[in-house]
């Protein structure tokens, strides 16, 4: 499961389109990810501020 830092994600659209599987909506202000994710990590090795983490459980 991925985290987003909304304070400073510039809604740019990397990790939408750097997503394989298309997992990564946009939605206005807020990113979306759905059940397709399979953690590949790329949306957060492509964020240029570093905006995206990964949940640990």
Same mark, same amino acid.
């Given at each position: 499961?991925?985290?987003?830092? =909304? @304070?400073?994600? *510039?809604?740019? %659209?990397?990790? &939408? ?5 298309n997992a990564i909506y *946009? /939605? @206005? =202000?807020?990113? #979306?990810? @759905?059940? +397709?994710?399979? /953690? ?5 090795? *492509?964020?240029?501020? %570093? &905006? *995206? +983490? #990964?949940?640990? #459980?």
């Amino acid at each position: 499961m991925m985290r987003v830092c =909304y @304070d400073r994600c *510039l809604h740019c %659209g990397a990790c &939408a389109g750097s997503c394989p599987v298309n997992a990564i909506y *946009l /939605n @206005d =202000y807020i990113i #979306e990810f @759905d059940s +397709s994710c399979t /953690n590949c990590k790329r949306c957060i090795r *492509l964020c240029p501020v %570093g &905006a *995206l +983490s #990964e949940v640990s #459980e």
